[in-house]
């Protein structure tokens, strides 16, 4: 295969967890023709640039970030633009910024080599925009950057159909892999010397294995978690409405499962949640609290919560306070509405104003900054496992993730840790990390 660019990767996502899956998976497809990834987008002759449309003002970056571009495209680089924000916006970006040459959604990255040679064929204007809807989805090859953790999305697309969210229109509907192809993937991964595995999809948990094995998702953790090589095995995110007792009877029964399960709420009002087509109530998702709770061992819970989506009153935003009250949340992602094209929120009456929106981020925020603190200083003096992930300028200073996916800064006499487990205790703890020493 001729190589004919260099690559620069540019990401623009919502958060960093998916944001990396994303980017790494689309790189594949251009790595397995022979292109080589560059430093920076200034190194690049071809630059693609990975895009989110999960907020406005993530779309709304898209185009200014490509203006900046312009003048690439002059000095004869050649300018992509991939994932949701691609999707959503179709040919419009090549009317919005014509000196792109390539838009191509997620569901259509396993065309990108086919879109390469038509680029490299001397093609002005190339597109993959198609939903794939009727295939498995699957991936061919993944490249990962983190050395020790490895993200693999077994779910693609999204079945539900919350009355905020794009993801419907974007990624389309839900496509699972099968569990033989994921297990030997992880296998793979597992002789390159990964030994933690995070399971990604938008609704993880209602992986829908299409092979004749039917492995339900609980069986998944288990197979994965016994791969030889896995200390680790991760999973997110979560929905309430499909989060059953296997899943937590699985990590009871296993150490290797992560002890931490994200389960956004995104609204503590019922009103606002039936609003939202959320598919479940506030008192149905206590339920499913109730049993995470009740499992063997603890298991830490974060979320995700919108403030001021249209019509939420101040009655329903306190109930939202005292949900973070009665769950004790380890920690959460908050947003403000944010309007999307094609959602049924849009057209939604009762607005709530930016300023009512911030004030609210802000109140919220600093609830669960509150119970954050006290629930971390609760740890002092226990001893995690931590797999190091990263070294400070500062003399024996680590920093790793426990199995709950908390934060531990450490000290260390030992020369090298990276990509090591090892036991700290805690000695001290803030709202968004811990303090601690390696005990031997
Ligand atoms: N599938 C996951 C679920 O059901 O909870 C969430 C996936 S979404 C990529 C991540 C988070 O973005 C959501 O949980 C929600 O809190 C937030 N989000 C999605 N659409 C939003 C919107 N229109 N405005 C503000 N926040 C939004
Ligand atoms: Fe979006 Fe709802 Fe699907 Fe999550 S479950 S991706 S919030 S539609």
Known sequence: MSKTFDIGLESLTGRGVASQALALEWVSAPLSRGY????????????????????????????????EYRAKQSEGRIIGVLGCVAQQEGEEIFERAPWVSLVCGSASYRKLPELLSQLEAGNRR???????????????????????????????????????????????PERSRTSDSILKEVKQLADLGYSEVQLLGQTVNSYADPSSRKMRFSELLLEVADVTGIRRVRFTTSHPSDFTQDIVGAIESQSKICDHVHLPAQSGSTRVLQAMQRTYTREGYLEKIAMIRAAKRPISITTDIIVGFPGETHEDFDETLSLLEDVQYDGMFSFKYSPRPNTPSLSMNDAISEEEKGRRLAILQEKQRQIQTVRNAALAGQTFEVLVSGKSRRENQWSGHTSSHRVLNFTSMQKELLGHYVQVRVASAGPNSLVGEQVT
């Open 126 to 172: 190339v597109t993959g925009l198609d939903n794939d809807t009727d295939e498995t989805f699957e991936t061919e090859m993944t490249r990962r950057d983190n050395p020790w953790r490895a993200y693999l999305t077994i779910i693609e697309g999204c079945d539900k159909a919350c009355a905020y969210c794009v993801v419907p229109f974007t990624r389309g």
């Open 36 to 67: 080589r990834q560059v430093e920076s987008p200034e190194a690049a002759s071809l630059i693609l640039y990975n895009t989110c449309s999960i907020r406005e003002k993530a779309a709304q970056k898209v185009f200014s970030r490509l203006g």
